[in-house]
């Protein structure tokens, strides 16, 4: 390689890598010798596993952590068998205008922010919101309905707030899957449940696999959603860690529950790509 490439490269790499360094690797292993500090004294620390054991001795924090990946997954799972077949309507039955005006209504929601869709969903949802007064007015409830702070709206507010990052990668995906494989799927005989599952599926895989890991770390570390449909009956395990950080200054009990949820959502991602025998680089593209 020349010298101008190798310098062009260099200097191309270059905010990749300081980006890296001073916000990735850096933040992440200095959280790391925090979380492994024990507070003896005022001012004194030793180096212990203290705060890792207070957080499998502790019952409220291991069921946070575990509801938290339990209904993350789930969210993930949802979002999935909502956004395939938009997706593939989006990358196979429709073309040219028609298919980029159905792509940039999946965008237009992002054009504002999460707190702002976020409470839009309040606005819906809450005692006094839309849904509980077009329920009263048709007759089917007598008064008025809350559908916030629970599951069930943290479930919805999860899968509206990640379905865009789904859909990309599933439409980019199934573009390149060429509508003479599918023909002949049905021309050997498939019907449409079989060439979904032959054909359409494992073409479609990648882009599945990495929706899937885009979607279930953003629901993993998500905090604004939880927190606002939520409310404090359904407690999400960010919750837990802003509180460790900003509410009690517990910075090393904080450092702790951040490095498990990062081992967990690292250990979830290995298993999703080990389960569907996929790799990291063919997934990323």
């Known amino acids: 390689m020349r010298t101008e490439a190798k310098l062009g490269l260099a200097l191309l790499l270059t905010p990749l890598l300081l980006w890296l360094t001073f916000l990735i690797f850096i933040p992440h292993i200095d959280m790391f010798l925090v979380s492994l500090r024990e507070r003896i004294g005022v001012g004194e620390y030793q180096t ?3 705060n890792y054991l207070t957080f499998f001795n502790e019952p409220l924090y291991l069921w946070t952590f575990l509801r938290t990946a339990m209904m993350s997954s789930l969210a993930t799972l949802m979002t999935l068998i909502i956004a395939f077949p938009v997706s593939y309507y989006i990358a196979k039955m429709v073309k040219g205008r028609v298919q980029s005006a159905l ?3 999946c965008l237009v929601p992002f054009w504002v922010s999460e707190l702002v869709r976020t409470f839009g969903w309040m606005i819906l949802l809450r005692e006094t919101g839309v849904f509980s007064n077009l329920l009263q007015y048709v007759g089917l409830v007598d008064g008025p309905v809350e559908m916030l702070y629970n ?3 943290i479930m919805v507010g999860l899968v509206y707030t990640s379905m865009l990052f789904m859909v990309v990668p599933l439409v980019t995906t199934l573009e390149g899957l060429p509508d003479e494989v599918v023909e002949a799927g049905y021309d050997l005989g498939g019907n449409g449940l079989s060439v979904l599952r032959e054909i359409i599926i494992p073409y479609a895989m ?3 696999v990495s929706g899937c890991i885009v979607v279930f770390m953003l629901s993993l570390g998500n905090y604004l959603t939880p927190t606002m449909l939520g409310g404090k009956e359904s407690l ?6 802003y509180s460790q950080f900003i509410v009690r200054f517990n910075w090393e009990l904080g450092a702790a529950f951040g490095f498990m949820l990062l081992m967990l959502s690292s250990a979830i991602v290995w298993g999703m790509l080990k389960l569907t025998g996929q790799s990291l680089e063919k997934t990323m593209g």
């Open 151 to 153: 599951d069930a709206a």
């Open 103 to 105: 792509f940039l209504l």
């Open 48 to 50: 212990s596993l203290a």
């Open 236 to 241: 999400w395990f960010t919750e837990l860690i």
């Open 206 to 208: 990648p882009g599945i």
